[in-house]
């Protein structure tokens, strides 16, 4: 049973499409983010939502709304997608001071 | 913000031989969190260890331990007996505990183990 598990895996799209990734956990965390990961591999966090609420929203263009309808789904909409959004999107969520749990990511590709 | 540095970029190890992953962190907090995650190829990113800062005593799992020097701001990874499946990218992170309990990453070590 997947305690963290985004859809979909892959998503190949053209420029100015819009798009959205889905986030769900079934541990009960409080906690939820959105972290993009780019060519070099480097972790950025985008997002952070606390019992629904946006905690952290990072320099982060606008184009990306994030949208939490309960504390178990965080849900990331991208708007106008640009070549330099092509990423791997990962959705994780945590408890308290326990670690990240991470979904398995996105590979997101703007062509 | 909180900074985390990995130096090395790159690493390899003969299996079964031991290699230590280098991460140190800037902060002025005195309580936080210090983890270790691998990323495998598949990309899933994995818990190896953690530490909690108010604790001396270093994290050990199993082959995977680490050396805590808080003074020092340092936090780095012993892998002893490597094996082929710990080829990865091994990243640092840093959490410090409020609402939001943001976590900051370095930027990675990619390790390879050499049969």
């Known amino acids: 049973d997947t305690a963290v598990s985004q859809t979909p895996k892959y998503l190949v799209t053209q420029m100015g499409n819009d798009k959205s990734i889905k986030c769900e956990q079934n541990l009960g965390h409080d906690t939820m983010y959105w972290y993009k990961q780019d060519s070099k591999k480097f972790l950025k966090i985008m997002f952070s939502?606390?019992?629904?609420?946006?905690?952290i929203n990072e320099t982060v263009p606008n184009r990306f709304s994030p949208k939490s309808p309960d504390k178990a789904h965080l849900n990331l909409h991208i708007n106008s997608l640009e070549l330099g959004d092509s990423a791997v999107y990962f959705c994780?969520?945590?408890?308290?001071?326990?670690?990240?749990?991470f979904g398995q990511g996105t590979r997101l590709t703007v062509v | 913000a909180q900074t985390v540095t990995q130096s090395q970029p790159e690493m390899s190890v003969q299996e079964a031989e031991t290699v230590t992953l280098s991460c140190t962190y800037d902060t002025s907090e005195s309580n936080y969190y210090l983890f270790w995650y691998k990323q495998p190829p598949s990309r899933q990113m994995i818990l190896v260890i953690r530490?909690?800062?108010?604790?001396?005593q270093n994290a050990t799992e199993n082959r995977f331990s680490v050396n805590f020097q808080k003074a020092a701001k340092s936090f780095s990874l012993k892998i002893s007996d490597s094996q082929l499946g710990d080829t990865a990218m091994y990243f640092c992170a840093f959490m410090k505990p409020n609402t939001g309990n943001q976590f900051y990453f370095g930027t990675g070590t990619s390790l390879t183990v050499i049969p």
């Open positions: 530490q909690e800062a108010y604790k001396q």
């Open positions: 939502y606390n019992n629904k609420e946006l905690i």
């Open positions: 994780a969520s945590s408890q308290g001071f326990s670690e990240a749990f």
